[in-house]
T-cell receptor, first 115, second 112 residues
Framework: NAGVTQTPKFRILKIGQSMTLQCTQDMNHNYMYWYRQDPGMGLKLIYY???????DKGEVPNGYNVSRSTTEDFPLRLELAAPSQTSVYFC??????????????FGPGTRLTVL | DQQVKQNSPSLSVQEGRISILNCDYTNSMFDYFLWYKKYPAEGPTFLISISSIKDKNEDGRFTVFLNKSAKHLSLHIVPSQPGDSAVYFCAALQTGANNLFFGTGTRLTVIP
C-alpha cells in the first residue's frame, strides 16, 4: 500500500493564480482531511469529507474548495492564490472520525509558496 | 484561539535518559488525545493515544499520562534514542466531531 500520496511536493504560485493539490489514498478510508501548517504553528483543518460526495468546512476554509467524487481522491482547489496561503498542506485519511479508530494517516505534504 | 498548547518549542535530552513532552488543552469537551511524530519533509505519523476514561496508556518506550482536572497530558519516552529526534505534536478531539486540534509541536533532539 502506498498509503496517502500528495502531488506536487513543491509549488510556487503568483498572486491570483489557481491550482489544485492532489491527494489519493489506497486504504479504502471513508474520511479524508486537508490541513495546513504555517511556520511554528500546529496543523489546522481546512476541509474534510466523510465519504464520496460529502464534504464540509473545517476551521480555516476561506479561499479553498474541495470535491470528493471517489473514495480514493480528495483534491484541494486554491482559487486566486494569496500570500496568506503560503503554507505546507497535508492530506490525511482515516477509517472513522472519532474514538479509538481516529488514527489519521498523513501524506508527505505539499509546500506551497505564493509570491 | 489555540485550544491545544505545547509551551516548549524544543527539548534536548541525552540518549538513554527520559524525554517528557507536555501538552495543555482548554476545551473540556475533548475526550480523546493523540501524539503524532513528524520527521522533516514527511507527514505526521501516529504514535500513541489515550481516551479520557484512562489516565495512562503505555506502548513500549512511550507512555502518555492524562490529568483531566489540570487539562494536561504528557508523553514520556524511556529510554530516549537518537531516532526519536523529531517534532512531536499533541492533538485532541471530541468524540463524534471531525476536527482534530493540534498543538504547535515540540522539537525533540536526542543527543548521542
Amino acid at each position: 500500500n502506498a498509503g496517502v500520496t500528495q502531488t506536487p511536493k513543491f509549488r510556487i504560485l503568483k498572486i491570483g493564480q489557481s491550482m489544485t493539490l492532489q491527494c489519493t489514498q489506497d486504504m479504502n478510508h471513508n474520511y479524508m482531511y486537508w490541513y495546513r501548517q504555517d511556520p511554528g504553528m500546529g496543523l489546522k483543518l481546512i476541509y474534510y469529507s466523510v465519504g464520496a460526495g460529502i464534504t464540509d468546512k473545517g476551521e480555516v476554509p476561506n479561499g479553498y474548495n474541495v470535491s470528493r467524487s471517489t473514495t480514493e481522491d480528495f483534491p484541494l482547489r486554491l482559487e486566486l492564490a494569496a500570500p496568506s496561503q503560503t503554507s505546507v498542506y497535508f492530506c490525511a485519511s482515516s477509517y472513522t472520525s472519532g474514538g479509538s479508530y481516529n488514527e489519521q494517516f498523513f501524506g508527505p505534504g505539499t509546500r506551497l509558496t505564493v509570491l | 484561539d489555540q485550544q491545544v498548547k505545547q509551551n516548549s518549542p524544543s527539548l534536548s535530552v541525552q540518549e538513554g535518559r527520559i524525554s517528557i513532552l507536555n501538552c495543555d488543552y482548554t476545551n473540556s469537551m475533548f475526550d480523546y488525545f493523540l501524539w503524532y511524530k513528524k520527521y522533516p519533509a514527511e507527514g505526521p505519523t501516529f504514535l500513541i493515544s489515550i481516551s479520557s476514561i484512562k489516565d495512562k496508556n503505555e506502548d513500549g518506550r512511550f507512555t502518555v499520562f492524562l490529568n483531566k482536572s489540570a487539562k494536561h497530558l504528557s508523553l514520556h519516552i524511556v529510554p530516549s534514542q537518537p531516532g526519536d529526534s523529531a517534532v512531536y505534536f499533541c492533538a485532541a478531539l471530541q468524540t463524534g466531531a471531525n476536527n482534530l486540534f493540534f498543538g504547535t509541536g515540540t522539537r525533540l533532539t536526542v543527543i548521542p
